[in-house]
């Protein structure tokens, strides 16, 4: 209502007309303040939750102008001095940016491809087990390493990767006559070694996300197929998987809608922050945090830091905007 | 026929039984570790299968346990109060969203899921921590940052309100007399335990497994939680060991098992979730069904 105005002029033959709806809106105006009024005690109610956004999510929000600014903190943020572009000048003159940027984005996309086939097969999987008490034991096993804290998923991949003493090293290839290999000094194992980790942690999650899914499908549509002779195979194929459609969707698209972001538990605690493997374990959010908490450099951190935020928001529209574009039921907003 | 019919089943048992293997070896893996003889874990490596079995790194662990103590104390106050507080107040900003008679209901709501979409990024949250609330190196930074409200939570939490709870129960009963307060407190919680028990869960586990907020807020070992003295540990054995020894402490630490003790303290933190998961299992299928399709 607000912001229309009500052209009372003689131009408008239904003057009378005019004039009852501009009262109402006032009225109307008038009575949010009377609603707002009696319903204190339900503003009151919100106002420490709108006290934390403000604190932990809005004040950092205008907190990116730091990104434009050579931080003194004798100065304070808001008195050091303004330098524009320059931060991300120094952050685009690396090649890290680029780096980051690559190593953020193909992992995301390998994991969320990955998640999304392996989600889905072990769903049906577990659909179709007839013992419902097995199937109910297998979920809760496989679901666990999603509860774990990435310190203690890093515990299990050193207990496999030590050099000295490690699974992999000392049980496997050395019975092989192969020489042990310094798994955290060279990079080029760490793609499969952190897909891996990222399957075993996630898969057990996904799956259980579209298995509720394919739970809620009406059983009638199988018992149709059943009785035209439709075998199993085929009525995954053009049963189950076109109905979990929607849901596959949402899911991905959430993910893709974070494909800016990494898992920094992941990339940070599993690889040790060991030095050697940042050519592939260096993501946007390890870089950050290593420039502001080792390096301590604020400019090329709030400036990666902001470069992600950015690009992110715009992905989360994009994406949003297909969505609506395909069937504007499932789009976010 | 019988075989041929139920072969299907065996493979898919067969896949699941693997899968289980691999999601559990791991685990099973550094529990052995835990319980091997030091000497004989030098010469063999981390096996499943430990030539000599010793609980020494247990005892090892709790007869010198003064950090490991403290750093269970942290975790448990940080969850429980953490978890409390973030309950009661997701709770209390999603009751007025989910009422259609308050009139900032719209403007809120998007105040909240405008919080998911962008944010400043990790510089200026550290420095409003910091610099402008000054709560590094307190237990408030432990409980405060990121984990006490999020805006997921509020919207689940909304649409269970609105979902669930129907306005004429509210308005028959503040026609009777009773307050906003009381109605929220005696009729609207009562009536929500079931998302209460889940957001609660999913928000002790958070507190239980968070080394973030230590790793950039924390510096003072006093104050580590249970993860991150896990996360220190794993690359410095010697955080763990009594920092008063002072000149003895070269000595013992050529006596401690430190790869067992190691991996004894991994056992320590990861107890408590896995011998507490068959409870609270059913909780989480629940909640993260429900997230997925309603959030």
């Not at chain 2, 490991?68 to 953490?82: L, R």
Request: hydrophobic share 50%; proline share 4%; glycine share 6%.
């Amino acid at each position: 209502m607000q912001g229309t105005r009500y052209d009372c002029s003689i131009v408008n033959n239904d003057l009378e007309r005019c004039i009852l709806k501009a009262i109402m809106t006032g009225n109307s105006r008038a009575s949010f303040w009377k609603k707002l009024r009696k319903h204190h005690i339900l503003l009151l109610m919100t106002v420490p939750g709108i006290l934390y956004f403000l604190i932990n999510n809005y004040l950092p929000m205008f907190g990116i102008i730091i990104a434009f600014k050579d931080l003194n903190y004798a100065q304070g943020i808001l008195g050091s001095e303004w330098v524009g572009f320059k931060n991300f000048e120094f952050l685009f003159r690396t090649d890290r940016a680029y780096l980051i940027t690559r190593n953020t984005v193909l992992y995301n996309a390998l994991f969320i491809l990955i998640n999304v086939i392996l989600g889905v097969g072990v769903s049906i999987l577990l659909n179709e087990l007839k013992k419902k008490l097995m199937s109910r034991f297998y979920q809760s096993i496989i679901l666990l390493p999603y509860l774990l804290s990435a310190v203690i998923v890093s515990y299990l991949a050193f207990s496999f990767l030590s050099v000295e003493y490690g699974f992999i090293n000392k049980l496997i290839l050395e019975p092989l006559g192969i020489n042990a290999i310094t798994w955290y000094s060279e990079p080029k194992y760490w793609p499969y070694i952190l897909t891996i980790v990222n399957v075993w942690k996630s898969v057990g999650y996904f799956s259980i996300i579209y298995l509720a899914a394919i739970v809620g499908i009406d059983t009638e549509y199988y018992e149709a197929a059943t009785l035209d002779g439709a075998s199993k195979w085929q009525q995954v194929r053009s049963i189950t998987v076109p109905l979990l459609m929607p849901v596959i969707m949402i899911m991905t698209l959430l993910q893709v809608g974070k494909i800016f972001n990494a898992d920094f538990g992941l990339f940070y605690q599993v690889p040790m922050n060991s030095g050697a493997l940042m050519s592939t374990t260096d993501v946007i959010d390890t870089y950050v945090y290593r420039a502001l908490m080792q390096m301590g450099d604020v400019g090329m951190a709030s400036a990666a830091g902001l470069y992600q935020s950015v690009l992110g928001f715009l992905v989360i529209f994009g994406v949003n905007y297909i969505v609506r574009k395909i069937n504007s039921d499932h789009a976010l907003f | 026929m019988t075989l041929l019919k139920r072969s299907p089943q065996f493979i898919i048992h067969l896949f699941f039984v693997l899968y289980v293997a691999a999601t559990v070896f791991p685990l099973l893996l550094i529990f052995m570790v835990s319980i091997t003889e030091e000497k004989s874990l030098l010469r063999n490596g981390y096996s499943f299968f430990p030539e000599i079995i010793d609980f020494s790194a247990y005892v090892y662990l709790f007869y010198d346990s003064s950090t490991i103590i403290n750093a269970y104390g942290v975790t448990i106050f940080v969850t429980v109060i953490g978890t409390v507080c973030g309950l009661l107040l997701t709770a209390l900003f999603a009751y007025p969203i989910s009422r259609k008679d308050f009139p900032l209901r719209k403007a809120l709501t998007f105040y909240v899921f405008f919080t998911m979409l962008f944010n400043g990024g990790l510089v200026p949250w550290y420095l409003v921590y910091t610099n402008v609330l000054n709560i590094n190196n307190t237990l408030l930074a432990l409980i405060v940052p990121n984990l006490l409200i999020g805006g997921f939570n509020v919207l689940i939490m909304r649409t269970f309100f609105t979902t669930t709870i129907p306005p004429e129960v509210i308005e028959s009963a503040s026609m009777d007399g009773a307050g906003e307060l009381r109605i929220f407190f005696q009729i609207v919680l009562r009536l929500s335990l079931p998302v209460m028990a889940t957001i609660g869960l999913f928000m002790t586990l958070a507190y239980w497994n968070d080394w973030y907020n230590s790793l950039i807020y924390i510096n003072d070992i006093d104050m580590y939680s249970i993860q991150y003295l896990l996360n220190k540990t794993l690359t410095d054995i010697q955080v763990v060991l009594n920092q008063t020894t002072g000149a003895l402490q070269s000595q013992l630490l050529a006596s401690v098992p430190t790869e067992t003790v190691r991996m004894a303290m991994a056992v320590v933190g990861l107890g408590p979730i896995v011998l507490a998961y068959p409870f609270f299992q059913r909780y989480i299928v629940q909640g993260m069904t429900v997230g997925a399709v309603k959030g």
